[in-house]
Structure formats: structure tokens, C-alpha cells
């Protein structure tokens, strides 16, 4: 090797090597430190890059910790709060903290879940096709209605908070999204139990995980609370109607309710006196989904048809000449093969129907079994002054938010029954006679999860019976394990039975889960002394437990009433 020493002689060194050297050390140096530098470079980022890379690591692990213990307080508050816990982390990417987001998120889950139900196709029975077509149908609603929920948590620019208004549409389409679950399958139970269990399992999460929605949108007005933020009451207009309701409804039906028709878009009679001689004819013209009221008006006669109004028809209004004088009637029946959903005579599902004056009824007799006159699973709906007429089966509110006022209800075995939060009010409730050896229910409620916002309100109302009524007759049965049926401020006759409600399996008290009560009845058959002894039953209800199932409380504020103009009270 080459050093400052080196020489051709001793004592001498050669000047032409001398200046080699010198620029080759020179060369090696500036090699030497830029390497040095780049070296540096090196431990300094890649020091840097540890660095940065823990920080966000503990910081997405700070993130995904805080999520993780934000989706367990929610699911705390559900059935299932497992699959409620399994469901959100998988979903939630963004490890959000905020319950609304969590709320969105679990509906979200339940709408990928039910959207990936596959019923079966492979089956040439006619009865059990019919069965598989309702599930089709109410779980394809069900679908919208979670849809809907999604479209609501959509909040403007102005609001960034859930209203209790929008909570209250959530918490009541997450409800019906379990009745219809539940819907699907009652109706295979009826025809084929291995069917039944086939489809209740591929089912199972869809059930849990609309169960823990419903309950984080039930509880998230406290969850909230607790994390100081706050949940905005959006108020009615000074009108006094929400703010979807147009003038132009309002004035209509203020002018039905003093008896003054309003102008119809058609006009249906049998003599050829309208625009059509056919209600079906009439719904064919009604605008899918429209903003606006579309008024059919029924003239005096008897139609013999089935009409069915599925979800896109919103915002219809019929009005006839009188209970007993414009009459809808069919004959389709269980015995002869129809499952009971679809043996309605006239069926609505779309939001805003109205009726007045109209006559609903099922000819199909006693011995025919279930055999419905009308089915209600529209939201906002009202019927004024109405009758409906059968044996088994009469009257199916089936979901949703629904009032009637003054209005004819005559049967046999639970001939009102279903899953609607539903208040009667002054109406005339009528029990007539049935087979021989059966006995007569009127009520069967149908409330499947506890934070369902469900349940059957009967105030002011008139039982007596419509004929010679000899059969044991109760006020009602307890269908499902959270059924929820209240009678109060009522006058009943003396053909009740003195225990006033019977179990859905005789001699077999049902849960105590269930939620029934009576409150300040009058007539001879008002008595309680005799009555059930039941965990879930509540003979004398406080002013403030009535309270909850008024029109005011219990149809989540009725802010939709107003528009009808129907009459109401509000409160006890």
C-alpha cells in the first residue's frame, strides 16, 4: 500500500508521484466522507422512520382500542351483544367512536345480511309457493325500510344531529324490519316445519343483528346523554304540522271530517256513474310514490275484489258513502289454501293511506278459518269511521304506526291481531258468535324484541257483542314473548269472561315479558277481582303507565296526525 513515506530512494522522494499520490488521497477522502454522510443519512431515517412508524402504530392502536371500547358500550345494550361486538369491528374501518356512526353501521350490517337471504325455489307446491312469495315480499320490504333508516341518518348540512323525530322513524322501521322477518316465518310455519326451520336458521344472524340495531337506536338517546351530546328536538311548524305535511292534505280532510267530499282524482262506481266501475281499475291510475294525497272516492255499492297496495303506493286516500254503504268484500280463506297473510280483502303496505267511510269485509264465514278483511302495514295510516267485517282473523294492523277512530271491529278468534303500534280509539269492538266448541279472543299482539315500539292501545272504546254471544270471550291472548295489549277508559258488557284474558297455550301462563293492563274501565264486565294472575298483567294501571299508550305517547308523538285533521285526543 501507497503511503506518504513511499520513495524510489532512501532520503528522496520523486516529485511526478508525489502529485499522483496526493490526487488519488484527495479522491479517496472526498469518497470516504460522502460515504460517511450517506451513512448518516441512512441510520438518521431509518431512526426516523422507527420512530414515526411506533407513533402511528400507537396511534392506530390508541384508535382501534377506543373504537373497540365505544362498540362494547353499544352492544352492551343489546340481546346479542356478541355478534352485535363481531359485526361493527369487522365493519367499522374507520374505528369510529361515534354511536351515531355505530348506529348507521349496524344497520348497514343487517342490510348486507338480509340482503344475502336465498329462499328456496325448488318446490311445486302451490301452498308453500304461496308462503315463499310473502316472505319474498315482506322481506324485500324489509330491505326498504332499512334503506329508508340509512337515508334518514343522512343528516344536512344545518343538522348535524339526529332529531328524536328521525329516531323515532328509525326505531319504528327497525321494528317492522323484525315483524317482517318474523311475518316470513309465521307463514311457513302454517304450511311446512322443515321449511320453517331451514329458513328460521340461514336466517338466525339477519334476526340477532336487526335485534342489536333496534336496540342501539332504542338506547342511544341515553348513550348520547352520557357523552354529553346532545340529540336535537326538531319541533312542529307553528301550523302546527310537521313539516312534511302540505297544505293541501290538511284542508282536504278538514273538509271530510265536517262532511264536505273532497274533489277526488277518480271516481269509482258500479253503475257507471264515475270514472271506473272497478277499484282495481282506480289503483291502476294512482302515481307510484307520490309526494301528493291522490283521492279515490267509492261510491254506494258492493265491490267483490281483492286489492293489494304494496309499498310504492304512498299517500292514497279512499272515501266512500258510509260504513255500511260503500263495501269492499272478499272470500279468500286458510282452509282453502291461502296462507293468512294473503287472504286479506284489501291490503296496504305504502305510507300515508287513508280511509273514511269505507266498509272492509271477509265473506269467507267461520268455518273458513283465518280470513282477513283488512291488513295494515302503512306507516302514517288513518281510518276514520270504518268498519271492518269477519270472523277469524278481521282486522291485521301489521306494522307501522297506525289510528282509528270511530270505527266497526267484528270476530271471532283474535279478529285484531298483529305487530302495528296501533291506537283505537272510540270505536265499537264486537265479538260475535263462533263455532261450536271454540272460544272468542279479541286481541292477539304480536311483539317479538323488547325495544320494539309496538303494542295494541284501546281507549275509550265500546265492547258489546254483535249477536247472541254464548262462547267464553276474553279480551285477548298473548301471541309472541313481548306482546303488549292495553284496554282503558272503555265501557265493557257482561258477556266477558270474568278472567278477562286467556294464554295462547291453555293452562300454560304466558311470560312474564308480556305487557297488559287495564285502566279505569266502566261497565259490568270492567271488573278486575277475577282477573288472570299473571306476572306480566297489570289489572289497574297507573295515570302514568296509561299514559304511555295514548295517541300522544304511544304513536311516537303522532306529529303525523294533525294532517288528517281527524279527531283525536291527544292524551287520557
Not at 522522494?13 to 508525489?18: A, H, K, Q, R, Y
Not at 311457513?188 to 321449511?195: G, P, Q, R
Request: charged share 20%.
Amino acid at each position: 500500500m501507497d503511503t506518504i513515506k513511499s520513495f524510489k530512494g532512501y532520503g528522496k522522494v520523486d516529485p511526478v508521484e508525489e502529485q499522483a499520490f496526493r490526487r488519488k488521497t484527495r479522491k479517496r477522502l472526498i469518497i470516504l466522507i460522502v460515504s460517511v454522510v450517506l451513512l448518516v443519512a441512512v441510520v438518521i431515517g431509518a431512526v426516523a422512520g422507527t420512530l414515526i412508524h411506533n407513533r402511528n402504530n400507537d396511534k392506530t392502536t390508541k384508535s382501534s382500542n377506543a373504537a373497540s371500547q365505544s362498540i362494547k358500550a353499544v352492544c352492551s345494550q343489546t340481546l346479542y351483544p356478541d355478534s352485535c361486538y363481531k359485526s361493527l369491528m369487522d365493519i367499522n374501518k374507520s374505528n369510529s367512536t361515534d354511536p351515531e356512526e355505530l348506529l348507521k353501521l349496524s344497520i348497514q350490517v343487517v342490510l348486507n345480511a338480509l340482503s344475502d337471504v336465498k329462499l328456496t325455489k325448488s318446490t311445486t307446491n302451490q301452498t308453500v309457493k304461496a308462503a315463499l312469495n310473502i316472505c319474498k315480499e315482506v322481506l324485500n320490504d324489509a330491505v326498504d325500510y332499512l334503506r329508508d333508516s340509512l337515508s334518514e341518518m343522512d343528516v344536512n348540512n344545518n343538522e348535524k344531529m339526529l332529531t328524536s323525530t328521525k329516531l323515532d322513524d328509525i326505531k319504528t322501521w327497525l321494528s317492522t324490519t323484525i315483524t317482517n322477518q318474523e311475518t316470513c316465518l309465521d307463514a311457513l310455519e302454517e304450511i311446512d316445519s322443515n321449511l320453517l326451520e331451514q329458513t328460521k336458521s340461514q336466517m338466525l344472524n339477519t334476526t340477532e343483528y336487526a335485534s342489536n340495531s333496534l336496540a342501539i337506536v332504542s338506547k342511544i338517546g341515553g348513550i348520547l346523554g352520557k357523552l354529553n351530546i346532545p340529540i336535537h328536538r326538531k319541533l312542529l311548524s307553528q301550523s302546527g304540522f310537521p313539516d312534511w305535511v302540505g297544505p293541501g292534505v290538511r284542508r282536504l280532510l278538514q273538509d271530510n271530517n265536517n262532511n264536505i267530499k273532497p274533489t277526488p282524482n277518480v271516481t269509482v262506481a258500479k253503475d257507471g256513474s264515475g270514472n271506473v266501475t272497478t277499484i282495481k281499475e282506480a289503483m291502476a291510475m294512482v302515481p307510484k310514490k307520490s309526494k301528493s294525497v291522490f283521492i279515490v272516492y267509492i261510491k254506494t255499492g258492493v265491490y267483490k275484489e281483492n286489492i293489494v297496495l304494496d309499498k310504492s303506493f304512498w299517500n292514497v286516500m279512499i272515501y266512500g258513502d258510509g260504513k255500511d254503504k260503500s263495501i269492499v268484500t272478499g272470500s279468500l280463506n286458510f282452509v282453502d289454501g291461502v296462507p293468512t297473510f294473503s287472504t286479506a280483502t284489501f291490503a296496504v303496505a305504502g305510507k300515508g293511506f287513508v280511509a273514511i267511510d269505507m266498509g272492509f269485509k271477509n265473506e269467507a264465514g267461520a268455518e273458513k278459518h283465518q280470513a282477513v278483511a283488512f291488513r295494515s302495514g302503512s306507516d302514517f295510516s288513518v281510518f276514520y269511521r270504518c268498519s271492518f267485517d269477519a270472523f277469524q282473523d278481521t282486522l291485521y294492523p301489521h306494522s307501522n304506526r297506525q289510528f282509528y277512530r270511530e270505527c266497526d271491529v267484528t270476530g271471532t278468534i283474535d279478529f285484531i291481531f298483529g305487530n302495528a303500534a296501533v291506537v283505537f280509539q272510540n270505536c265499537r269492538i264486537m265479538p260475535r258468535q263462533p263455532l261450536a266448541n271454540q272460544f272468542v279472543t279479541i286481541t292477539a299482539q304480536g311483539k317479538k324484541d323488547p325495544n320494539q315500539n309496538t303494542g295494541i292501545s284501546i281507549q275509550k272504546c265500546d265492547f258489546f257483542p254483535l249477536d247472541k254471544l254464548t262462547a267464553p270471550t276474553y279480551l285477548g291472548r298473548p301471541w309472541k314473548e313481548f306482546s303488549t295489549t292495553v284496554i282503558m277508559q272503555s265501557k265493557i258488557g257482561e258477556f266477558l269472561n270474568p278472567l278477562g284474558w286467556i294464554s295462547w297455550v291453555q293452562g300454560v301462563d304466558p311470560p312474564k315479558s308480556i305487557f297488559y293492563g287495564e285502566y279505569m274501565n266502566t261497565g259490568p264486565g270492567s271488573g278486575v277481582a277475577q282477573r288472570v294472575k299473571w306476572a306480566g298483567y297489570r289489572p289497574s294501571l297507573t295515570s302514568s303507565d296509561a299514559n304511555k299508550f295514548t295517541v300522544g305517547s304511544f304513536i311516537e308523538g303522532a306529529m303525523w296526525l294533525p294532517q288528517t285533521k281527524v279527531m283525536y285526543e291527544s292524551s287520557l
